[in-house]
Every structure is written in structure tokens, then in C-alpha cells.
């Protein structure tokens, strides 16, 4: 299975933000969305992503104000993506070598969709039940 399939199965939906809007405007989207990042896109192609790490790393922590500080100034920015030909456990690599918790699947700058450590996770328990359910047909035949 690639990233592109993936998608397919859980949606091309990609929760997304301009530069330009407040950390405030993304943080309520992220809770409204019930995610915990948005891709930050200009003119249809993605410049980074603003997570919820971002948020207490540069906000929080520097005592920022969110009301007045842009989304540009503490994304992320060439954030890591790949290609919707990527092979799921190429992409589960980039999560973790990169310690990301979110993966762009782009193509041409443009963000087909987004996958999470939570879909990899539910993708690898299904995978799991399959072959279980496959043994124990094998072992124990039905009448």
C-alpha cells in the first residue's frame, strides 16, 4: 500500500491556514478541526505546517502573544513530505527519523492529503486483526 491508496481509504481532506492568519485563528481551528496540525498553505502550495508543538515551543514557552503573532513567524517551514507513490513504511521512516507526527503527501507543491501517526497506527492494528483472522481460519476450519 502507498501513501496515494491510504488517502483513497481516509480522504483527500486537508485542514489548511495562509501565513498570514494569527496563531490565535490557528489554534482555534486546530481544536474545531479536533487535529493537531494545519498545513500552512500560499497561493496553493504548501510552505509549512503549524502543529500544536509549534504553538507551546515558540508561543508559550517565549511568552508570545497569539493574538498578534502570524502563523508564519513559528511554522515549520520546508516541512518533510513525500510523494503519493511512497510506500507506507517508507513513510512511517520519515515520521520517525524526522519526528513528525504529520506527513504531507504532495505532488508538485500542492497537498494531496495528510497522514498521521494515528492512521499508521489503525492501518497497522487492521493489518494485524487481518492476519489473525487468517490464521485461525487456517488452523480451525469452519464446518
Known amino acids: 500500500m502507498n501513501a496515494y491508496s491510504l488517502l483513497e481509504e481516509k480522504g483527500f481532506l486537508v485542514r489548511e491556514i495562509e501565513p498570514e492568519a494569527t496563531v490565535f485563528e490557528a489554534v482555534r481551528l486546530m481544536d474545531s478541526f479536533k487535529v493537531g496540525a494545519l498545513m500552512v498553505v500560499e497561493d496553493e502550495r504548501l510552505v509549512g505546517v503549524i502543529s500544536e508543538r509549534d504553538y507551546t515551543r515558540k508561543v ?3 511568552n508570545r502573544s497569539s493574538k498578534t503573532t502570524s502563523v508564519r513567524e513559528i511554522m515549520t517551514e520546508h516541512p518533510v513530505t513525500v510523494s503519493p ?32 501517526s494515528t492512521d499508521l497506527l489503525k492501518l497497522a492494528i487492521q493489518q494485524k486483526d487481518y492476519v489473525i483472522e487468517q490464521l485461525e481460519q487456517y488452523i480451525a476450519p469452519g464446518p
Open 60 to 62: 508559550v514557552l517565549n
Open 85 to 116: 507513490r511512497a510506500d507506507l513504511e517508507d513513510c512511517m521512516g520519515v515520521m520517525a527519523e524526522q519526528r513528525v507526527r504529520h506527513l504531507p503527501v504532495t505532488e508538485d507543491g500542492h497537498v494531496l492529503g495528510v497522514i498521521s
